[in-house]
């Protein structure tokens, strides 16, 4: 089909994909560009993939994913600390990561093994690629290539409330671990991961009040393009000083900065197809950009070699990978707005707060947190009883058999004809994504003025409604004083477990 293929962009989706098309079809002409002069440092510290990620990896490529397994460093759980109480385990030693800059040099070899074409130093456009019969554009969420295709594209973009700096360092934290820390600037809370034997991946996030209350903004402003906010750095090693045993933080161009959600409607125009951050993001609480990017390298090269058309290839690969993109997207959108509103819950018990954090997607439910961590399972459920069972596979149903004395039922699930029957009540709807915006402010105010009886949040049946009434559902349970119910479908019994568990819910109606 085509003999030329130029990609812009040797992140981990250029240097992986222009790897496999030379796998697959020697014949090939794969030229990548880099802005980057060869040995210039990389930004960014360590990058995290899963054993699903390693295990496509293997299906593609046995020996670039052997390389990159034995350069990884893994075996590490996930902790969530706090001032002054213990350490509680979200869960076990399941986590791989690896540095960016060495993930990148083992791609960068395995690429030219094959014959690829790297050119170093080049900051491409698409006019510099009217040769290509393919451009793929690689070139990351700051996209130039996207930014000139908008039009064809259909760009969305959203940024985050919370602010973040990725910073390192230069130790391997013992675990993984998430930690807040209520200072007098505000309340921090910070991401580590150890990715090599003496370094670790420290990311911290502000709200908007910490935001305010440390006066980063006027620290920010001071920072040229390109350098780093040194005074806020120094403010951090003091607020995480314990974490850090004292040491610095290691800091790479670190700033503050906002995470932006990016959409488009099509991942290709004419003869360009985009890949990896360039055509998708999501959440960096959740997972990788770099497992996805790693991911669509693999679906596009297997498109571009298989199929008789430029057209027929694109069509293959969007279609592949659309679906589980758009997935990991809504669930991490899901724990983004967790990490986004953290300080509303931070007045819960670290097991309450545990729980609240594994169920906060909605691809786990209580009784999956509770087969690896089932202690702390049953210290979060304290609240609706002393006699918690022990057997992870009764906990669903023995959150949901639990009597709700406020409104006289005698259980938390309910069908919408007992619940008539038995009490009065009103519904609102809500099914977007944004519970923590504007617009659900006001339809919290609006459930705030009005009478005493209890809510039942309603919507569409789709997955993405479903998550946003149970998240809505929690912003009025705290905010408001209302007895608050979702509806949601009898299949989706885990979620209704888990919404009254960590609190979004005081009960659930089915149809």
């Given amino acids: 089909m085509s003999r030329r293929i130029e990609i812009i962009g040797a992140g981990p989706a250029g240097l992986y994909v222009a790897r496999l098309l030379k796998l697959k079809q020697p014949a090939l002409q794969v030229i990548v560009h880099e802005r980057l002069s060869a040995g210039a440092a990389t930004f960014g510290f360590g990058v995290g993939l899963t054993e699903a990620t390693m295990r496509n990896l293997v299906s593609a490529d046995p020996e670039t994913a052997e390389q990159i397994r034995a350069a990884s460093f893994a075996g590490h759980t996930l902790t969530f600390r706090r001032d002054d109480t213990p350490d509680v385990t979200l869960h076990g030693a399941r986590n791989l990561a690896i540095g960016r800059a060495t993930l990148l040099s083992i791609l960068t070899d395995a690429a030219t093994r094959v014959g690829v074409e790297i050119n170093n130093g080049v900051k491409a456009d698409l006019a510099d690629t009217d040769q290509a019969d393919v451009v793929i554009a690689a070139d990351g969420v700051r996209s130039r290539t996207r930014q000139k295709l908008s039009a064809d594209l259909g760009v969305h973009e959203a940024l985050g409330r919370s602010r ?88 790479n161009r670190t700033r503050w900065g906002r995470f932006t959600a990016l959409s488009l409607d099509r991942w290709s125009a004419g003869n360009t197809v985009l890949i990896g951050d360039a055509a998708h993001t999501a959440h960096y609480t959740l997972g990788s950009g770099t497992k996805l990017a790693l991911e669509d390298a693999i679906a596009l090269a297997e498109a571009l070699t298989g199929e008789s058309s430029i057209a027929a290839a694109f069509t293959v690969y969007e279609d592949l990978r659309r679906a589980p993109v758009e997935r990991f997207k809504r669930l991490a959108g899901r724990s983004q707005a967790w990490w986004e509103s953290y300080r509303r819950r931070a007045d819960r018990s670290t097991p309450e707060l545990a729980l609240s954090y594994m169920t906060r997607a909605g691809n786990l439910g209580i009784e999956d947190y509770a087969r690896d961590q089932l202690e702390t399972v049953r210290a979060a459920l304290a609240w609706l009883g002393n006699d918690v069972p022990s057997t992870p596979g009764t906990l669903d149903d023995w959150v949901l058999s639990r009597q709700l004395p406020t409104l006289g039922l005698s259980c938390r699930l309910v069908d919408a004809a007992t619940l008539a029957r038995e009490t009065d009540h009103e519904t609102i709807e809500w099914n977007s994504a944004d519970v923590w915006g504007s617009d659900a402010r006001a339809k919290v105010d609006q459930a705030a003025r009005r009478s005493g009886l209890p809510l039942v949040v309603e919507g569409a049946s789709d997955l993405e409604s479903i998550g946003a009434r149970i998240d809505f559902a929690e912003r009025v349970h705290i905010e408001t004083d209302r007895v608050v119910g979702v509806r949601l479908p009898a299949e989706a019994r885990a979620q209704a477990a888990a919404a009254i568990g960590a609190r979004r819910a005081d009960f659930i109606v089915t149809a």
């Fill in 164 to 251: 973040f700096v990725w910073c390192g360092v230069d130790f391997a934290v013992e675990s993984a671990f998430f930690a807040a820390v209520d200072a007098p600037e505000g309340l921090f809370v910070a991401h580590a991961y150890p990715y090599a034997e003496d370094r670790s991946t420290f990311l911290i996030e502000v709200d908007e009040q910490t935001w305010e209350s440390a006066d980063l903004a006027a620290l920010d402003a001071l920072v040229p393009p390109g350098h780093t906010d040194q005074a806020s750095v120094e403010m951090l090693n003091r607020v995480f000083r314990e974490s850090l045993a004292g040491r610095p933080l290691l800091t």
